[in-house]
């Protein structure tokens, strides 16, 4: 199983980037997926999750508003989209998915995912 994360970068705040997490080796579609985030000396938190179908989400309170999630099952492909970005926002954003099938989006927790991308780069100037 492979997760690869990318469009990560360096913006000003108030700018917005969309990041894209491809999967491979697992069958995408019947997996919840998430995003995290880890800055440098904090341990890694939760951002938001998509139900198997993209039909529901979940989002931490620090980002509702600003970021969306959404899927697009036929190219195995999850994306986050983020808007007004703030110098907090700063951290390697990593994707996950689910092991198993769950109708769940509510995923907040790390150990409920079984398969983790590398992560990119999110770097946010003030």
């Known amino acids: 199983v492979q997760l690869q994360a990318c469009g990560g970068g360096l913006v000003q705040a108030g700018g917005s980037l969309r990041l894209s997490c491809a999967a491979s080796?697992?069958?995408?579609?019947?997996?919840?997926m998430g995003w995290f985030r880890q800055a440098p000396g904090k341990e890694r938190e939760f951002v938001t999750s998509?139900?198997?179908?993209?039909?529901?989400?979940y989002y931490a309170d620090s980002v509702k508003g600003r970021f969306t999630i959404s899927r697009d099952n036929a190219k195995n492909t999850v994306y986050l989209q983020m808007n007004s970005l703030k110098p907090d926002d700063t951290a390697v954003y990593y994707c996950?998915?689910?092991?198993?099938?769950?109708?769940?989006?509510?995923?907040?927790?790390?150990?409920?995912?079984?398969?983790w991308g590398k992560g990119t780069q999110v770097t946010v100037s003030s």
């Open positions: 996950a998915a689910t092991p198993r099938f769950t109708g769940s989006s509510r995923l907040q927790n790390a150990n409920e995912y079984g398969y």
């Open positions: 998509i139900s198997w179908s993209g039909g529901s989400t």
């Open positions: 080796g697992v069958a995408f579609s019947t997996r919840a």
